[in-house]
Structure formats: C-alpha cells, structure tokens
C-alpha cells in the first residue's frame, strides 16, 4: 500500500518543543492602555488626547463641549 502524502496536506517537518514554543510566544502578551487624568475635570483620558468631558487640553479649551453631552 502505497501512501499519498497529498492527503495530510501541510505538516511541520518537525516537533516544536515547549522551550521553542514559549520563547516563542512571549512577546505575544496583552498589555494595559495608558491613561491620565484630566488636569480641568479629572476625567480620565488617553495620553496626548482633549477631554471629551470638558473639552480641554493641556489646561486650555481645545473643543466645545455642550451642556448635554456632560451630563
């Protein structure tokens, strides 16, 4: 009986070890985002970005802001 290799398709030519896997895969890790607080509300916000509380950035208006959308 002859067997066709066709049918398994794609194989690893070898076993991939634990160590090689896991050294592998440590750069693939969840890190949490970066964020500040508001220096006019206290809000939180992204780094580098205006309050979409208030509408500040960096202790000067950037956007305006409605009384609606505050509350």
């Known amino acids: 009986m002859k067997l066709d290799i066709t049918l398994f398709g ?5 076993r991939i070890s634990k160590t090689a896997k896991r050294q592998r895969r440590t750069h693939l890790k969840k890190t949490a985002p970066t964020v500040t607080t508001c220096s006019n509300c206290g809000a939180v916000v992204a780094p580098h970005r205006a309050c979409t509380k208030c509408g500040y950035y960096k202790g000067k208006e950037a956007i305006k802001v409605s009384k609606e959308e505050t509350k």
């Open 10 to 14: 794609a194989l690893p030519f070898r």
